[in-house]
């Protein structure tokens, strides 16, 4: 009789991730001779959060695993219902694929509790033809970033007009994002064990005169960003 595997896949999960989670799914049932069965329940809210760390706390078996986000790791370790990864065999366990997105977001307490399937990377685009046609360079800092934005900003290039600086800036997509990339850059900037609003070992918080510069640095690219900023996607 062939083993079968249950999965519960909590909270809303976008399209790459169903993908990831067919695919590995897939691989995994061929590579083992097991029946991977995929239960979705996309409601966005804790809901699902709670049930997976009532499970935790009750030591329920209707699950074999779980697909969540790293934010129920600690309560559910507490709980005592997660299984110790570093104990199992596991081919991405020894390698170092998204290895700094595991070490720093599928652990506690020095411990590994979940795979990553993916991690989020923001990346600075500029157009180099742009740049050179308007006789700037590429900014290196953010205040460099806001000059070159202002010195091409409403600019006629190539018969269409340009926006100096070009962010999402959407409630419901990446606008928080943002932010907290320009304050990591000046609470962070000894790597992720240091924690970029709270201290990692006092947890104090590191906001103070980098929030104020954060918010000045956000102010100059609204000034200088495209109209449909708020809206677009």
């Known amino acids: 009789m062939t ?3 249950k999965i519960l896949a909590a909270g809303e999960i976008n399209g790459t991730d169903l993908m990831a989670l067919d695919a590995t799914s897939k691989w995994y049932e061929d590579e083992h001779n097991v029946n991977v069965i995929i239960e979705r329940k996309p409601d966005k809210g804790s809901t699902y959060s709670e049930l997976i760390i009532a499970h935790a706390e009750t030591g329920g078996t209707e699950y074999d ?12 370790v507490l709980a005592g219902g997660w299984m110790d990864l570093g104990k199992s065999e596991g081919w991405i366990l020894d390698s170092d694929l998204l290895k700094s997105i595991r070490e720093n977001t599928a652990m506690y ?3 590994t509790y979940m795979i990553p399937f993916d991690g989020d990377a923001i990346y600075l685009y500029y157009r180099d033809d742009i740049l050179k046609f308007f006789n700037q360079k590429a900014p290196r800092t953010w205040d460099e970033y806001t000059n070159v934005a202002k010195a091409i900003h409403n600019k006629t290039f190539l018969n269409r007009t340009i926006a100096g600086s ?7 997509k990446h606008a928080m994002n943002w932010a907290s990339l320009i304050l ?27 929030m104020t510069e954060t918010i000045r640095h956000l102010e100059n690219h609204a000034l200088y960003g495209h109209e449909n900023e708020k809206t677009g996607g």
């Open 3 to 5: 083993q079968s595997i």
């Open 109 to 111: 307490n020095e411990t």
């Open 184 to 210: 990591a850059s000046y609470t962070q900037a000894k790597g992720p064990d240091t924690g970029y609003i709270f201290d990692a070992l006092t947890f104090d918080p590191l906001l103070d005169e980098a």
């Open 166 to 172: 070009c962010v999402t800036r959407r409630k419901d």
């Open 65 to 76: 695993g779980y697909v969540t986000h790293s934010g129920d790791v600690g309560e559910a």
